[in-house]
């Protein structure tokens, strides 16, 4: 049986914010994803995240896709406004939200499949536009809910469930925002709560675009040795008259590394994973030796987290458009249309 619903009440003694709010004011439905999925990890960084932050709940706009990853909006903020697109057009939906009404904050939840496949197009114009929001994507590598197929940011040379090889080249999302001009960027893993949870509180506070790229294993599909994405667990024998899935429960894949240090994680099903976390006296306002200092270790077999750029004097879609100060979702017919005199004046000034 699946329960769907967390009971209400709360102990007395869990401390709140300033608002009155707990943690669990934060939270959403109980997950349905694997046990292990380092998805869920994201979500209880997002949790904390907003309380830490004392966000109103209601003042949250969570959009999504399609995919494992666009299910968790469902598991946080459970009394903010949400929606679930279609796959790879959460980025037009989320544009045309903030557009309608800039007073909300947006955070886009997406996966490697729905944002660096069908998406990807979507995700390059709403970068470059400068919409203000908070993007994060869920890497694992692979499309989960379709059984494991490879994603655009596999890595090339990595073998499927099934054995097949990975011949593509894969699209680094981090150095594909970095030169579509995104203004915050970061890299961070699943099970790095302490880097992650400031990672995400900045991206909130940040006006532009924030994208955060967070690798998450998978434990159902992406098994193959030296994956810098996730973890796998399966049968190592199938009998020709069955063919049985079973997923033995797992536990999350924590780190805990110093800034400056490498870190090598022994995944479930043995391949290991190299973390470099960026040290103290790293530079995030230079994009050019942001994109030169990933390109450098990924050379290296390093996966590099942390904050990678952010441009603090950045503006968004609404200053590109120089729109009103007042959501449009609430203008009335007489600011919409003030009347054929306005109308001659600003032909008048095309002439």
């Not at 300033?18 to 949790?47: F, N, P, Q, V």
């Not at 399609?66 to 057009?89: A, E, Q, W």
């Not at 203000?132 to 379709?146: K, P, Q, S």
Request: glycine fraction near 10%.
């Amino acid at each position: 049986m699946t329960y769907l619903a967390k009971p209400k009440l709360h102990h007395p003694t869990l401390p709140a914010n300033r608002l009155g709010y707990t943690r669990r004011d934060y939270e959403g439905k109980i997950s349905t994803l694997c046990a292990g999925c380092g998805h869920d990890s994201i979500s209880a960084s997002i949790i904390q995240a907003c309380w830490e932050l004392e966000i109103e709940p209601h003042r949250v706009a969570k959009l999504s896709g399609i995919g494992c990853s666009s299910k968790t909006p469902d598991y946080f903020l459970g009394n903010s406004h949400g929606f679930n697109s279609v796959h790879g057009r959460m980025p037009s939906v989320l544009t045309g939200a903030n557009l309608a009404n800039r007073d909300l904050m947006y955070l886009g939840v997406s996966g490697d499949g729905d944002s660096a496949s069908i998406g990807l197009g979507q995700f390059a114009h709403l970068i470059r536009r400068g919409v203000n929001m908070t993007y994060i994507v869920e890497n694992n590598g692979v499309y989960g809910l379709t059984k494991g197929q490879f994603s655009a940011t596999a890595d090339q040379g990595s073998k499927s469930k099934r054995g097949a090889v990975n011949r593509d080249a894969p699209i680094d999302m981090v150095s594909l925002a970095l030169q579509l001009g995104v203004t915050y960027v970061a890299r961070s893993f699943s099970g790095d709560k302490e880097q992650l949870v400031p990672l995400i509180k900045g991206a909130l506070n940040h006006r532009g675009a924030a994208l955060i790229d967070v690798i998450s294993p998978c434990v159902a599909f992406n098994n193959h040795a030296g994956s810098t994405k996730s973890y796998d667990y399966i049968r190592a024998h199938n009998d020709a008259v069955n063919r049985l899935d079973f997923m033995p429960r797992r536990d999350v894949i924590l780190a805990d590394y110093s800034p400056g240090e490498v870190i090598e994680i022994t995944q479930h099903d043995g391949s290991r994973l190299r973390l470099r976390k960026l040290a103290d006296g790293y530079d995030p306002g230079d994009r050019l030796a942001a994109i030169s200092h990933i390109t450098a270790h990924q050379a290296r077999g390093e996966v590099v987290t942390g904050l990678l750029f952010v441009d603090p004097s950045a503006d968004d879609l609404h200053d590109h458009l120089n729109t009103v100060a007042a959501p449009l979702n609430r203008l009335a017919e007489a600011d919409l249309c003030p009347g054929a005199g306005v109308l001659e004046a600003i032909n008048a000034e095309l002439t």
